[in-house]
């Protein structure tokens, strides 16, 4: 079930001469550029619903580029318009990694892109260069694989800060979300552990940069208490305070899910 791997069935092509591959046993259609390059999947998981397919054996591609996908074994055909209009796809299927099931946060700084995913075996952070290519920062989670997902990205005070969620799921417990920091998008350094000594807060959420400080707010994983917001003045370890507690005193706020 590799990207570069396939049991081929039917092939179509359309007018920008991209290649559609059929591969019935891995449920799925790959979709390769004109040079070759693959460049995503339609379906992939093996079912009935919507999305999923159960031995797409034949390919047909229409004038306005829909494909057509004989699903053999669902006994339909269905019809996929890929991509949308004036929208380009500017990257591969999770950074060529399908466990990188969510981009979860995109942030600016030093005149790059950078994105964040939620992946099982610990956050990535990738960053793309002006000439439109990625590489990785970092694929363990910053170095600890139950930071699971990058929530929120956001310059301040010249550095990029990252919030995570952590989720200890071994002992079936948070550890608390983080924040990290780095100057160069490279080196980092964990500034708040433990969802700021509450392991509570699974996750830091969002960022804002207000009012010459810096806001986090949280996810209250256990129901002990709503989402939270922390306001630091400069970042720095032992300078965040916290200025909502408890979601603004109704419980059921339990997340702090954005900011404007």
Known sequence: SDFGRLLPMSVAVD?????????????????????????????????????????????????LGNVLIADRDNQRILKVAPGVPSW????????????????????????????????????????????????????????DRSNGGINTLVEFNT?????TWNWNTAANASNGGQVLRSPDGVTWQRVVPNGFGDPTNGEVFRFVVFGNGLY???????????????????GNTGDWSRVVANGFGDAGNFVIGSFA
């Open 216 to 234: 986090a707010s949280t996810w209250s994983y256990t129901g002990a208490h709503g989402g939270e917001i922390w306001r630091s003045a400069s």
């Open 15 to 63: 007018r920008e001469g991209h290649v559609f591959v059929a591969d019935p046993d891995n449920a799925r259609v790959q979709v390769f550029g004109p040079d070759g390059a693959y460049q995503t999947t339609i379906g992939g998981a093996w079912g009935p619903a919507p999305g999923q397919m159960r031995g797409p054996v034949g390919l047909a591609v229409d004038q």
């Open 88 to 143: 380009t796809q500017v990257n591969v299927n999770g950074f060529a990694d399908r466990d990188n099931g969510i981009v979860l946060s995109l942030g600016r700084f030093g005149g790059l892109l950078y994105a964040g995913t939620d992946n099982r075996n610990g956050a990535q952070l990738w960053r793309m260069n002006s000439a439109g290519a990625w590489s990785s920062v970092t694929t363990n989670g910053f170095g």
């Open 159 to 163: 550095q990029l800060y990252a919030g």
